[in-house]
């Protein structure tokens, strides 16, 4: 029944942002920890952040001091504020959201295209 829904990708210049959302609806007791994926061509797919639910939020290297992810348990959604794109961030980027008593559930992936 839970259903999680991407939007917010598209085509950018090199230096550009995007904000991803991913918004769960469904039967949701509660939320534990959210993450953005990705997964660029011939690449496996790769964790890119993580957040908490009490808000401790953690990044890989490469998007260090660029993206920041962050939360709104009210609306049951996930963010991803990308910022400084650069060509190597062109891939399909995925939200998974760990649901109290339900488990992982993945969203349908949005693609991020940065042009140089």
């Known amino acids: 029944q839970v259903q999680l829904v991407e939007s917010g990708g598209g085509l950018v210049q090199a230096g550009g942002s995007l904000r991803l959302s991913c918004a769960a609806s469904g039967s949701i007791v509660s939320i534990d920890t959210m993450y953005w994926y990705r997964q660029a061509p011939g690449k496996q797919r790769e964790l890119v952040a993580s957040?908490?639910?009490?808000?401790?939020?953690n990044s890989v290297d490469s998007v260090k001091g660029r993206f920041t992810i962050s939360r709104d348990d009210a609306k049951n959604t996930v963010y991803l504020q990308m910022n400084s794109l650069k060509p190597e961030d062109t891939a399909v980027y995925y939200c998974?959201?760990?649901?109290?008593?339900?488990?992982?559930?993945w969203g349908q992936g949005t693609q991020v295209t940065v042009s140089s």
């Open positions: 957040i908490t639910r009490r808000g401790n939020a």
């Open positions: 998974k959201i760990d649901i109290r008593y339900e488990g992982f559930y």
